[in-house]
């Protein structure tokens, strides 16, 4: 089916580097699998918004379970060029999670986009957290001076607002160990955002992959308690991702014809019974969500496509019923207009 770009330059031009950035990602991972996996490279899905009339996507999904956990590069472009009464002009993004099966190579997120308003205005989501079940402070110290690296002037409020982005208050707990998100992020007299944006995805992504290559090479003794401790963490990821995540309750919000890929950041099976157990730690009505959620799952908390729609269905239905909710979720030192911008 073919699909309608959106008509800017802008967004031919952030479509060109979210674009770039998903096939260096995809490229590196499907070398890690020929390395170490069972050489199964990822597979390519695609997705319409309103039958391709108002832009989508496509998504690379990883085959090699040997290898990987779950794992899923996501770009995106919707606009409603034709629909002046929209506030938003065009969305063009890149998202991706990788969690890998070994306990001791860590997990990573990165989001990368760009939002283009209809007075002409723009500005860009920069984001990028390791995430680890088992913490390496080796892992953690590259990570995060990669960011630094690349980041200049502008690491020390990324890395503030990733801090307080993915904290999760009612846990005592935090998702990572090394955030960077830069919201409204616009251009100053020194940088240009677009090669800021390309150059930052680049750093991460090949500092990730560096970091997997070695945990592969290396971190090969896996016991059962490492397995427990990376079920645990991923617990908490599914908790942070459905329950507090802005992003994600944004994305399914604004409509229903990319929830597989919206989901791809879950992990493949999570401990129900401590799931449950945190829904006595948040506040009305999250309570209700977190046993909904929860009650969704098999008793062996797996995670697959079908438990993916329900789950979706179930966070879309609870802020339909709970709008003031959706105040209790993260956010950085802004709070972005999303839902506004899409339905305005």
Sequence with gaps: MDIVLASSQNATKALYIVGHLQQRFVNKLNQLSKTYGSDKPFDEISWSRDGGLHGGGNRFEVRDLELFNTASV???????????????????????????????????????????????????????????????????????????????????????????????????????????????????????????????????????????????????????????????????YFFQVLTLDRGTTSGLMVHNQNDLGIMGSLPSRVNKKLLLSWSEKVQKPQDTLVISLAECLNEEGIVDEQTKLKLANIVREHYKTYPQALSLQASGNTVPNTLTNHNK
């Design 74 to 236: 996501n770009v995106s472009q919707v606009h409603y060029d034709e629909l002046p009464e929209k506030n938003l002009k065009s969305a063009t993004a890149i998202s991706t999670i990788i969690h890998p099966k070994n306990p001791h190579a860590p997990s990573v997120h990165i989001h990368i986009s760009l939002t283009e308003l209809r007075d002409g205005s723009f500005y860009w989501r920069l984001m990028a957290d390791l995430n680890p079940s088992i913490i390496n402070e080796e892992d953690k110290v590259k990570f995060t001076e990669a960011m630094k690296k690349v980041a200049g002037d502008t690491f020390n409020e990324a890395q503030q607002q990733g801090d307080k982005y993915f904290n999760v208050p009612a846990l005592g707990k935090t998702r990572g160990v090394s955030h960077f998100y830069l919201e409204n992020y616009t251009a100053t007299q020194e940088v240009n955002e677009f090669a800021f944006a390309q150059l930052f995805g680049e750093q991460v992504i090949d500092t990730y992959i560096d970091i997997l290559d070695n945990a592969f090479e290396t971190r090969k003794s896996i016991s059962k308690e490492d397995e427990e401790l990376q079920l645990t963490y991923h617990t908490l």
